[in-house]
């Protein structure tokens, strides 16, 4: 499969362009005479990063449940969405789907290992539609899951957008002030031949080593950031490991126990509704190797282990929860749908209310780090100045 930008006319002469999925360009070329597009350019258009992101994931999942929702069967839906798909990763998903059906394989067999698309739990909730015969009403709720999921992570890279700008900024700030104004003040000083201060020595001693070596650490720091990454997505332990690490910073914990409180509940609330059984929903959670004589790692995993665990002691769901998942209010309010049998509309509830904390407390988060890191980009022009004027103060002294 290959991906081929175009430009022509239609059947009425207006002039109109685009992009294609093909085999091969006769393949593109035939489909889009068949239209009665007439091309004039034709190219391939490369993708060297062709993966699922997350919008197009919930866009994905969106246009396919207004599609089932609308009646139109299953595969005549898939080969829809494949038609005007325009993303190689995502057409090679869809052809996936459309060939395992053909072989009498359910949707859920070719999406349980598309790990990126759906977690374990969400695919479980998909299985389940599946064999209610809900899986329209099933697919609107991971659409909307997912739709959640993408504004979250919106609101997040745009508080991390002005820090990381303005540590860049600081960054490219301090290099050039260590290339080609601390060399300038070396040479001053050298000519006058008397002793520096120690934050001076230090600077001077940086300048040195940064412009001599520059080509050398500029690798090194590509060379380590690449195996970063690399671990990051090929160890689980590192990722848990760094996350601990993150979560040692308060607010960062907070933001994090919010948005796995609000996936936790908002799925646990879908597949009530779906028909799944509480202690069914609560197995989603954990990986398929996890007993409960072994310890669970993740938050989730915890709480779920936590909440089956006082289930079979016959105690309420509401009773597992820990204190520092969820606030005792949260805590009273889900035992209250418990016991009034609608704790799924609770749990629904208790989702939306989470997640327009959360908001807020992103939106207070943002206005706090922009002083800060003011704080900080100043004090470290303001070092690097006070180092460098700090000779001529001690000389001024001498003299008077």
């Known amino acids: 499969m290959a991906i081929y930008k175009w430009r022509g006319k239609d059947r009425f002469q207006n002039k109109i362009k685009g992009v294609i999925i093909a085999d091969n360009p006769q393949q593109a070329r035939q489909h889009l ?24 994931q919930a866009e994905f999942l969106l246009q396919f449940s207004l599609l089932l929702h609308s009646g139109i069967p299953l595969k005549q839906s898939l080969q829809l969405l494949q038609e005007n798909c325009h993303h190689q990763a995502l057409y090679q998903l869809i052809t ?13 067999h070719t999406l349980q290992a598309e790990k990126n698309l759906l977690s374990h739990s969400e695919w ?64 001053l ?21 940064i412009k001599n070596d520059f ?24 990722k848990i490991g760094l996350l601990k690490l993150i979560c040692l910073i308060p607010t960062i ?14 799925i646990l609330a879908t597949m009530l509704q779906a028909g799944i059984t509480l202690q069914q929903s609560l197995q989603t959670f954990l990986p398929s190797t996890t007993t409960f004589a072994q310890s669970p790692k993740l938050l989730l995993e915890k709480e779920a282990y936590q909440c089956l665990s006082a289930l079979q002691q016959g105690f309420r769901f509401s009773d ?8 005792q209010q949260t805590r009273q309010m889900i035992a209250i749908g418990e016991q009034s049998g609608q704790l799924d509309t609770m749990l629904h509830y208790v989702a939306n209310h989470l997640q327009q904390q959360l908001s807020n407390q992103i939106d207070l988060f943002a206005k706090l780090l922009e002083p800060i890191l003011m704080l900080v980009i100043g004090a470290i022009i303001g070092v690097i100045i006070l180092g460098m004027y700090l000779p001529i103060f001690n000389l001024g002294n001498v003299i008077l």
């Open 124 to 187: 479980q909730l998909l299985y389940s539609g599946e064999q209610s015969g809900q899986l329209a009403q099933v697919m609107q709720q991971l659409a909307d899951n997912k739709q959640k999921q993408v504004k979250l992570r919106q609101q997040i890279n745009k508080i991390l957008f002005y820090p990381i700008m303005m540590l860049t900024i600081s960054l490219l700030l301090t290099l050039f002030l260590l290339l080609f104004i601390v060399p300038t003040f070396a040479d």
């Open 189 to 209: 000083y050298q000519q006058q031949q008397q002793q520096l201060p120690y934050l001076t020595q230090l600077l001077l001693t940086l300048s040195q080593f």
């Open 215 to 238: 080509i050398f650490l500029l690798i090194a720091i590509m060379l380590l950031c690449t195996v970063i990454y690399w671990s990051y997505n090929k160890l689980p332990q590192l």
């Open 253 to 266: 914990e907070k933001i994090y126990l919010q948005t796995q409180a609000i996936h936790f509940c908002s």
């Open 320 to 327: 597992g929860l820990s204190y520092g998942f969820l606030s």
């Open 96 to 108: 996936r789907c459309l060939q395992n059906l053909h072989r009498g394989l359910p949707l859920s």
């Open 33 to 56: 005479y068949q239209q009665g597009i007439v091309v004039h350019s034709f190219s391939r258009n490369w993708q060297l990063f062709s993966r699922l992101t997350p919008i197009l």
